[in-house]
């Protein structure tokens, strides 16, 4: 089934910095989404991005789907940013979504 | 307000008990969906359903079993076959299939005493 990666693995910042986030898929897909997982376990919608660019405040993302590839652009992070960030495509069926291990960031004050 | 909604937020599980975890939506979506996360790990799929009385096995079914007889409701049944039930389970839903932009209700933290 399709692969899912996602790097880095773990990201630390100092608030005000910028920070791009990577999502790689081993086959063609026609919807990516980018999530985030607050302290509290919920998982928000950042982005619904099958390819493109979409920019929302001080995020946006840019998904290039021939090249199997997104990346999510967190400008002048705060610490509310922080968290567990998640890529997820369809799987090859698709049936479900699948989804990468995600980047855990933590922007400090 | 439109949302998925889990319930309980929290839950305590007696070795050996069954017990079931209720997620229910109101965006009328045909596909919903279970998912298990261990701490520090990504989200894997437990059981899904793409329309009412019908819905498949996913990577880890193993010990849970699910019913969809309603558009709207979900439930999770977490069964004393399921070796290491501790986990935080997240539910979501979709309009269609997995090329529909998919949402989360804000999940149940299961805890075997």
């Known amino acids: 089934g399709i692969q899912v990666e996602q790097s880095p693995p773990d990201l630390i910042l100092q608030e005000g910095a910028n920070s791009t986030l990577r999502c790689n898929f081993s086959?063609?897909?026609?919807?990516l989404q980018w999530f985030h997982q607050n302290p509290w376990g919920q998982l928000i919608n950042l982005f619904y991005i099958p390819s493109g660019t979409k920019q929302n405040g001080r995020l946006s993302a840019t998904t290039v789907a021939t090249e199997r590839y997104s990346l999510l652009y967190i400008s002048s992070s705060q610490t509310t940013d922080s968290g567990v960030y998640f890529c997820?495509?369809?799987?090859?069926?698709?049936?479900?979504?699948?989804f990468g291990p995600g980047t855990r960031l933590s922007v400090l004050p | 307000d439109g949302g998925i909604t889990q319930s309980p937020k929290y839950l305590f599980r007696k070795e050996g008990q069954n017990v079931t975890l209720s997620c229910e939506q109101n965006?009328?979506?045909?596909?919903m969906y279970w998912y298990r996360q261990d701490p520090g790990q990504g989200l894997r799929l437990i059981y899904y359903s793409q329309i009412v009385n019908d819905f498949q096995k996913g990577d880890i079914a193993e010990g849970y079993s699910v019913s969809r007889e309603k558009k709207e409701s979900f439930p999770l049944t977490v069964t004393s076959a399921q070796k290491n039930p501790t986990a935080f389970y997240l539910c979501?839903?979709?309009?269609?299939?997995?090329?529909?932009?998919?949402?989360f209700g804000q999940g149940t933290r299961l805890t075997v005493v």
């Open positions: 979501a839903s979709s309009r269609g299939q997995g090329w529909t932009e998919a949402f």
């Open positions: 997820a495509v369809p799987d090859n069926y698709g049936q479900n979504f699948v």
């Open positions: 086959d063609s897909v026609n919807n």
């Open positions: 965006l009328n979506h045909d596909a």
